[in-house]
């Protein structure tokens, strides 16, 4: 495992052999492999002589992660849990043993009271656990698995380091969406871009429920955030010892990175221009890509939300002047390698509310995101895309369906609840507004009053209509 050693100790060795490894070990590395296999009883001390002292200037980088609040505890202790802004984000400074078979993390930290008590087990059985995942919902987190800190007090025996680490871990869970880029992205990528950026690369991910289909798909933005490879729990089941480590990731808002939460100084500015250094893609802004005929990209979903008159809205933006593409496939857009780029070259993305767009991330800044908003998802659609795309410096242009233009007029007249009054079915409870408005919804876009929108487009684009310019 590159970047780590591992010394494995056995009754049976050598004197010869031991001395061999002892004058080899402490002659380059200043390492001592006797206390180091057989330990003396102090976790502390065997940490220490294990792993190496925690480098100064990651010291920094872990203290940011909690709030003022919090920050004394962790200057105290060395031990913090942080919640003021949705997750926890619990944070050891101090050296830390983790089973990576029961994702128990042993420290000799004694565990102080924080803000987040609900979090916290009795006192007395020393324990703090974290369901490592961005989004807190409870209905989510049962489906996550625990990570537990435990206090191991000195008279305790040591457990044994089988692999050493010279940089801090941060542990956070693949949770429950694998497979919706929405998700993908505003629960983990984004969150572990804000927890990991400042580590430079030099810090450790484990990856709790262990998603072999995200670590491929996200393989350029993993190994952008780490220059080691994503331990995966269910193989590697030893005991690994850090110099510090963070479980759960920072979550600031739906697809955002605001710069006065904690972590303080990222923006999601910042991180665009990390995914175009990433993903390689050579044009930042809309200009650079603007030509006689610029390009549209049509999300077309196919289960539910779907454009029942696609055909249409292709023939009316292609008179408008737009190149248009239209992208079908989910496997097309998961293979980032090569959907980013072409995303990047692309003036405008349409789509009806739904996780394709979220594409928008790969726009030049000043294109323009058109979302079709479906009945009944009025706030979902501002939330999720509207506001994010804003910050993100790309144009934003909403379409609302009247209720004509949805299938749910086919199934309920006019004055029922479901057409004249959506948050009434969502006070039924979040799954009832669900099933009705996201799983059962298509809709059929008035052409001619979809053209407006796309005008609307094509002026914020600086560009003008075919009939424009006779």
């Known amino acids: 495992m590159e970047g780590h050693r591992r010394v494995v100790c056995g009754a049976t060795q050598t004197i010869g052999l031991l001395a061999f490894i002892y004058l080899f070990y402490t002659q380059s590395s200043a390492f001592n492999p006797i206390k180091f296999c057989f330990g003396n009883g102090n976790l502390s001390a065997t940490l220490m002589d294990g792993v190496g002292v925690l480098e100064d200037d990651y010291q920094p980088f872990l203290k940011s992660l909690v709030g003022d609040y919090d920050l004394r505890n962790l200057d105290t202790s060395g031990f913090a849990c942080d919640a003021t802004l949705h997750p926890l984000v619990c944070v050891a400074i101090n050296h830390v043993k983790i089973d990576i078979k029961t994702m128990e993390i042993y420290t000799s930290t ?3 009271s924080t803000n987040s008590t609900d979090f916290l087990v ?17 209905d989510l987190l049962k489906n996550v698995t625990p990570v537990k800190f435990l206090r191991e007090p000195l008279q305790t025996p040591a457990r044994y380091c089988e692999y050493n680490h010279k940089v801090p871990a941060v542990v956070f869970s693949s949770g429950v ?3 919706n880029i929405f ?23 484990i990856f709790v429920d ?14 952008s955030l780490s220059q080691y490879d994503v331990l995966n729990p269910m193989v590697n089941k030893s005991i690994h010892c850090f110099p510090g480590a963070v479980v759960g990731l920072k979550f600031h808002n739906f697809l955002a990175i605001n710069s006065s939460e904690v972590p303080k100084g990222n923006s999601i500015l910042e991180f665009r221009t990390f995914l175009r250094a990433t993903y390689g893609l050579t044009s930042m802004n809309v200009s650079e890509t603007a030509s006689a005929t610029p390009k549209l990209l049509l999300v077309s979903r196919r289960k ?23 992208v079908r496939s989910n496997k097309k857009m998961s293979n980032l390698d090569k959907f980013a780029k072409l995303v990047s070259t692309c003036s405008v993305l349409v789509g009806a509310h739904g996780a394709g767009l979220t594409n928008l991330m790969f726009l030049p800044a000043g294109a323009v995101v058109v979302q079709v908003v479906p009945l009944g998802l009025e706030w979902p659609s501002t939330v999720y895309y509207g506001e994010p795309a804003s910050r993100m410096g790309l144009h934003y242009l909403d379409y609302k369906i009247g209720p004509e233009e949805s299938s749910l007029i086919d199934s309920y007249p006019r004055d029922d609840p479901v057409i004249s009054d959506p948050g009434s079915v969502f006070a039924k409870g979040y799954n009832a507004g669900k099933e009705m408005y996201l799983d059962r919804q298509n809709l059929r876009v008035d052409v ?6 796309l005008i609307e487009a094509l002026r914020l684009l600086g560009q003008t209509t075919p009939s ?3």
């Open 177 to 179: 969406f694998a497979g």
């Open 183 to 205: 998700h993908e992205f505003n629960e983990i990528i984004i969150p572990l871009f804000i927890t990991s950026r400042l580590f430079k690369s030099r810090v450790q991910f």
């Open 210 to 223: 262990y998603n072999p289909y995200l670590v491929e798909k996200f393989k350029r933005i993993f190994t």
């Open 110 to 112: 004694r565990f102080n």
């Open 448 to 453: 001619n009053r979809f053209k407006d929108t």
């Open 304 to 326: 539910t939300r779907s454009f029942t008159n696609e055909d249409e809205l292709v023939d009316m933006m292609e008179e408008l002047g737009f190149e248009v593409v239209v």
């Open 122 to 138: 009795k006192e007395e059985e020393k324990i703090v656990q974290v369901r490592p995942y961005a989004w807190h919902q409870s």
């Open 468 to 470: 424009a310019k006779r």
